[in-house]
């Protein structure tokens, strides 16, 4: 139905979630991380395929890192668990001291803001692409 021929006519834009586990190793993390990779491959698979057979369909994957959310306080909780701190508080005082050169966690608008780019028409030409949205930490 996305193909540019299709019913609605202008090709689409498909946007996957995974993560920055997907590029990097996490303590405790491995089956989440393989999903994630997963993921990235099948977006960049798709997305050579679709171009290759002129759907006009671009697909990408948006990759976010640490993020002030319930999930991500629930990542972070496996720091603690393994006694390598105290509290979600000290695991996040070290990430942004440390570990995330923005220093903070992004937030959900961060995730969705790189999501809004790779939908509208100002990314037509971006296809096949790992956006990776981390305040830095995959860049250390």
Do not use: W
Not at 39 to 63: D, K, M, P, Q, W
């Amino acid at each position: 139905m996305m193909k540019a021929e299709g019913r609605f006519g202008k090709g689409g834009s498909i946007i996957n979630m995974s993560s920055v586990v997907s590029q990097v190793g996490l303590l405790g993390h491995s089956f989440y991380g393989a999903s994630k990779g997963a993921i990235a491959s099948f977006s960049r698979h798709t997305a050579v395929e679709f171009a290759s057979l002129g759907y006009g369909v671009r697909v990408n994957s948006v990759h976010p890192g640490v993020i002030a959310t319930v999930m991500g306080d629930r990542s972070l909780q496996g720091f603690v668990d393994a006694g390598m701190a105290g509290s979600i508080e000290e695991v996040v005082a070290i990430l942004e001291q440390q570990a995330i050169p923005l220093g903070r966690r992004g937030s959900a608008e961060d995730v969705a803001n790189a999501a809004l780019y790779l939908a509208c028409d100002a990314s037509s030409y971006v296809t096949g692409i790992e956006l990776t949205v981390d305040g830095g930490y995959t860049a250390m």
